[in-house]
C-alpha cells in the first residue's frame, strides 16, 4: 500500500467535520491497507490515530523545519516508512543525531509534497485530522463489518486500537473474543472530564461524590500474577524494569494477583512533591538522559535524578481471579481499601457537602498537587474512555502573552493561521518564547487571527512559519510551568490553550518572564 493512500485519507478526513464522512473515508482506506496483511492495518490505525507503532523515534519539530524538494512521484510504501522509522529510532551512538538527520532527509526526499505534509505533522505530534478513538473504533468496526460495540469492547480490554483493528479485520468478530481482561495485558484507562469547581461536580455526579487528591505525578498501571509484577504507563508502554520500587511495592501486598490503577509520584523529604519532571525522568529511555528540570532541580535535592518514587493506588480493576470493571467505584474502594494500606492509597473523602469539598480541594493545592478528581460512587470503570462519572477540577491559570509567529494549519484549517508561538515580554524590551498552541480557536476565532497575522507578518515566511511584529497580546490559559530545553528561557507552558485575544491590551503590558517563573517555582 502506499503512503500516498494514507496521506489522501488524513487529509480528507481533516477537510470535513461530518462524522460519518470520517467513518467512511477511514473505513475505505482501512480496507485497502487490510490487502497487506494485520500489520499494514495496526500501522494504518495508528498513524491515522497521529501515533508511531514505535512510539518515538527521536525526531521533534526542530528536525523537521528544513526538508529537501519533494519527490514528483509517490513510491513509498506503507511498510517502507515504517521500517525507515524502526531504523532512525534504533540509532545511537556517535554522530547519531547526524546519521538519524540523514535518514530523516532520505525519507522525506522520496516523499511527495502532500507526503511530506502528512509525515511531517505525523512526526511532530501535530497531526490533528479528527480521527479521534471513537471515530476510528467505528471506521475499523465497518471496514470489517463487525459490530462497534464489539469493537470498543475489544479496544476497552485489548488497550491498543492498532491491534483491535488488525484482528477485526483479519478474524471479524470472532478474533475480537480473544480481548478479555487480563493480568499482564495493560487495559486503556479510564479518563476523565472536567468540571469547574467542586460545586459543579457535585451538581454532575448527583449531590454526592468520592474526592482524591490529583496528584501531580505519572499515573501508572500495576499487573501482579504471584511474584511477577508488570508496570505499564498511561499509553500502555512497560516501564516495569525502570521502577522497582513500584514492583516492590506491588510484592508486599496480600494479593495473589490483581489490576490496580495508581500514580508514582517522586516526593520531597516534607513530603511534597517534586516538580513532574523529576518523576517524568524516571520514565525515559535511560538513566543517563535527565532532562534540564532535573538538573534544575539539584540545588533543592541532593540527587533527584536518583529521587526514589511513591506509588499511590486509586482503583482496582481485577483482583485475585475476579474482575471488578464493571462494579461501582465504592465496591471497587472497598476492594482496594482491603488489601492497599492507607499510606499506599491516594486520599479521599465521600462527601455531598460543598463545604467539606471545597476544604478537600484546597488542602490537596496546598500540598503542591494539581486538584482533585470527583467520582461518583456508582460509575463502572470504562477502561479506555472519557466517562462522566469521573470529573476533574483543577485551578485555571492565566497568562497574558504577546505572539510571536504563527503556522499554517492543515487538514480543515488549511489556508488559515493556526497554532500561534507564544512569548513573554524579557525585561529589555524583547519577548522569550513560551510554547505554542493550536487549541481553544473557533473557526470566527482562525478566520480573523488569519487575516490580523498577515498584517503583521514581517520578513519571509519561514516553510509554513510566519513571524510577525510582536504586538497581538492573547490570553492564555494553562495548567502549569515545567522545565524544557525547548525555549530560552527553560520554560514551557503545559497545555495551553487561547482564552481571547486582548486588543485593549499593548504590548508592552503583557505578562514578564518573570512572572511566568513565579508559576515554575511555585
Known amino acids: 500500500m502506499l503512503l500516498a493512500a494514507v496521506a489522501a485519507a488524513s487529509a480528507d478526513v481533516g477537510a470535513t467535520s461530518a462524522r460519518l464522512a470520517k467513518v467512511a473515508r477511514l473505513a475505505e482506506v482501512l480496507a485497502e491497507a487490510a490487502g497487506g ?5 495496526g500501522v494504518v490505525v495508528a498513524w491515522l490515530s497521529g501515533e508511531l507503532v514505535q512510539r518515538q523515534i527521536g525526531v521533534g519539530w526542530a528536525a523537521l523545519r528544513s526538508l529537501p524538494p519533494p519527490a514528483a512521484n509517490a513510491t513509498l510504501t506503507v511498510g517502507a516508512v515504517d521500517a525507515a522509522f524502526t531504523v532512525i529510532g534504533g540509532t545511537s551512538g556517535k554522530g547519531s543525531q547526524a546519521r538519524r538527520a540523514e535518514l530523516v532527509a532520505a525519507l522525506f526526499s522520496a516523499a511527495t509534497a502532500t507526503e511530506q505534509t502528512f509525515l511531517r505533522r505525523l512526526l511532530a505530534g501535530e497531526l490533528r485530522q479528527g480521527a479521534l478513538t471513537g471515530v476510528m473504533a467505528d471506521a475499523v468496526a465497518r471496514a470489517a463489518d463487525v459490530p462497534a460495540a464489539a469493537v470498543r469492547r475489544a479496544a476497552m480490554l485489548g488497550g491498543a486500537l492498532p491491534a483491535v483493528a488488525a484482528a477485526a479485520l483479519g478474524g471479524g468478530v470472532d478474533a475480537l473474543q480473544s480481548f478479555t481482561l487480563r493480568v499482564g495485558r495493560p487495559v486503556g484507562p479510564m479518563l476523565a472530564q472536567t468540571a469547574g469547581g467542586v460545586g459543579e461536580a457535585l451538581d454532575r455526579l448527583g449531590g454526592e461524590a468520592v474526592f482524591e487528591a490529583k496528584l501531580d505525578g505519572a499515573r501508572v498501571q500495576v499487573h501482579r500474577s504471584g511474584d511477577s509484577v508488570a508496570v505499564y504507563t498511561r499509553s500502555l508502554d512497560d516501564v516495569t524494569a525502570r521502577l522497582p520500587e513500584v514492583v516492590a511495592a506491588a510484592l508486599a501486598l496480600p494479593v495473589r494477583d490483581f ?3 495508581g500514580e508514582a509520584i517522586a516526593l520531597r523529604g516534607d513530603g511534597r512533591p517534586h516538580r513532574f519532571q523529576v518523576t517524568a525522568s524516571r520514565f525515559g529511555r535511560g538513566s543517563g538522559r535527565e532532562s534540564p528540570a532535573v538538573r534544575a532541580e539539584e540545588s533543592e535535592s541532593s540527587s533527584p535524578a536518583s529521587s526514589p518514587l511513591s506509588v499511590f493506588f ?3 480493576l481485577h483482583l485475585d481471579g475476579v474482575d471488578l470493571l464493571d462494579e461501582p467505584t465504592a465496591v471497587r474502594h472497598e476492594a482496594l481499601d482491603a488489601v492497599v494500606p492507607a499510606a499506599a492509597r491516594v486520599d479521599r473523602l465521600r462527601t455531598g457537602d460543598p463545604e467539606a469539598a471545597q476544604r478537600f480541594l484546597e488542602d490537596t493545592l496546598a500540598a503542591g498537587h494539581e486538584g482533585v478528581m470527583a467520582k461518583s460512587p456508582t460509575a463502572s ?3 479506555g474512555r472519557r466517562g462522566a462519572g469521573w470529573l476533574k477540577v483543577k485551578p485555571v491559570h492565566t497568562l497574558d502573552l504577546v505572539v510571536l509567529a504563527v503556522e499554517w494549519g492543515s487538514g480543515r484549517r488549511t489556508g488559515k493561521l493556526s497554532n500561534i508561538h507564544l512569548g513573554a515580554r524579557d525585561g529589555g524590551g524583547g519577548f522569550v518564547m513560551l510554547g505554542k498552541t493550536f487549541k481553544g480557536m473557533t473557526d470566527a476565532m482562525l478566520d480573523w487571527q488569519t487575516a490580523r497575522f498577515l498584517e503583521l507578518a514581517e520578513g519571509p515566511t519561514d516553510g509554513y512559519v ?7 497580546v492573547v490570553e492564555i490559559a494553562f495548567d502549569g510551568v515545567q522545565a524544557s530545553s525547548r525555549y530560552p528561557a527553560g520554560m514551557a507552558l503545559r497545555f495551553a490553550r487561547v482564552l481571547r485575544y486582548r ?4 504590548a508592552a503590558e503583557a505578562d514578564t518572564v518573570e512572572t511566568v517563573r513565579a508559576f515554575f517555582d511555585r
Open 37 to 41: 496483511g494485520p500489520d499494514q492495518v
Open 259 to 261: 489490576i490496580a490503577d
Open 314 to 316: 486509586f482503583d482496582l
Open 381 to 383: 470503570y470504562e477502561a
Open 466 to 472: 510566519v513571524r510577525v511584529r510582536p504586538e497581538q
Open 503 to 506: 486588543d485593549d491590551k499593548p
